[in-house]
């Protein structure tokens, strides 16, 4: 006698509710795939403007090591590496009112980035905005305050203002 299949036939709702989950996952995973994709191919490109510009800082080219740095910024404007190397490029080419607005925007998007208030200070204070300096060497000193350099800036912060006893203070400090 024939075995008879005693399973019933799935019906078109059944099969679907068996595929839908598979396409879910599919379509999750490429959207997933597609965002990664996106990121970081966009941060290729921002990388290598940037080994550019560590080259041109090594090769003392500071023209060619602004112009990358800015491209950097530019494709990547949270990338907070760029506008520490292009702080300190001003800083390097006697233009700390540059560096001043690069400095203010790493403290957005970056405040936990070492030194941020130390350079801060140093701009401002080789800008000739001593007040401005003063105060931001105070914030390095609270956030840093084993760093010398941040007790050796609100030193000359300080005595840049003729508050000369507290400046050496601070100066005795970063000794």
């Known amino acids: ?16 509710t068996k595929t839908l989950p598979l396409l879910t996952v599919l379509v999750a995973v490429g959207a997933v795939a597609a965002f990664f994709n996106v990121r970081y191919a966009s941060e290729r490109p921002a990388r290598a403007h940037l080994q550019k510009a ?12 602004e112009k990358e740095l800015r491209a950097t910024i530019k494709l990547r404007p949270e990338m907070s590496e760029a506008y520490v190397l292009l702080a300190r490029l001003y800083m390097d080419v006697q233009r700390p009112e540059l560096a001043i607005p690069l400095y203010t925007r790493l403290r957005q998007i970056a405040p936990q980035t070492e ?54 203070a601070e100066l005795v400090k970063a000794n």
């Open 54 to 65: 560590i080259t041109a800082i090594q090769a003392k080219n500071p023209k060619e090591a």
């Open 115 to 168: 030194h941020l208030f130390c350079g801060l200070a140093e701009a401002e204070a080789r800008a000739g905005q001593d007040k401005q300096a003063t105060e931001t060497a105070r914030q390095a000193v609270q956030v840093e305050p084993n760093c010398a350099n941040a007790h050796a800036i609100l030193g000359l912060a300080l005595g840049n203002q003729l508050e000369t006893k507290p400046g050496l």
């Open 1 to 16: 006698m024939p075995s008879q299949d005693t399973t019933l036939p799935q019906t078109k709702k059944a099969q679907k």
